[in-house]
């Protein structure tokens, strides 16, 4: 089964052999990775984890078990020493464009121009081909603002939100955000989980690298629980009934994967 390509099969309703057309899922495809800075031990050891098409994940993990460093190695902004990254089939590290356009990384520090944001998204818009300015309106509505300002007068608070709206107006297939809620106040982050859910649609597939759990637990689907070279929990969330409480879920987890050792 390989992007939605016709495969001969086996017709359920005549019995012959006929082209069938196979539904499929792109995704993120992380194959026994290794990753150490230098000479310490590795961020990530033959690590292997799946990433499917059309949900929002939470990527959670203690202090240093390679959760940004994973977001960065997709990206292909790291070079792993063994192992590799697909994307529907590409490596990352040869950053091809035609991959390129399908991704893009919100980092948890970064800084913007001071410039008129119409000037700064007139800049980069011509490198993602399906960045909508009706999509970027709508998250900074989500925001309460506008898109007539110049970006150096604006707080760093300010700057996140509205890079932010940036990430999602450029409407590309993979999103990671490494600690998007940081910095932000209470209301914000009220406001960024309304923005992720205006921008999101069944052909995206978001990445939110965090600790603020209590932050993103209301929009997420899936959630996945790292420790370097194991993946602690793999799990949907959109089954439950309940509201998950995801600071209790991350602890127990951990506090489960300490007594085993």
Known sequence: MLNGHILLGVCPYCFTLCGVLLSYNTMITIKNLTLAYGKKSPVLQDFSLDFQQGKIYGLLGKN??????????????LHAQKG????DGMSGKDRNPELMREMFLLPEEYDLPAVHLSAYVS???????????ELMEKCLACFEMSSDVNLGALSMGQKKKVYMCIALAAN???LFMDEPTNGLDILSKSQFRKAIVTA???????IVSTHQVHDVERVLD??????RNRVLLNQSLVENEEPVDLEKLFV???THNSLQQ
């Not at 590799?84 to 994307?87: R, T």
């Not at 999101?200 to 978001?206: A, V, W, Y």
């Open 200 to 206: 999101m649609s069944p052909e995206k597939t978001i």
């Open 172 to 174: 590309t297939p993979y």
């Open 252 to 254: 127990d987890t951990l």
């Open 222 to 227: 899936h959630v996945v629980i790292i420790d």
């Open 123 to 133: 800049a980069i818009a011509p490198f993602y081909p399906k960045f909508s300015m």
């Open 64 to 77: 240093g078990t390679g959760k940004s460093t994973l977001l960065y190695l997709i990206m292909g902004l």
């Open 84 to 87: 590799e990254v697909l994307v």
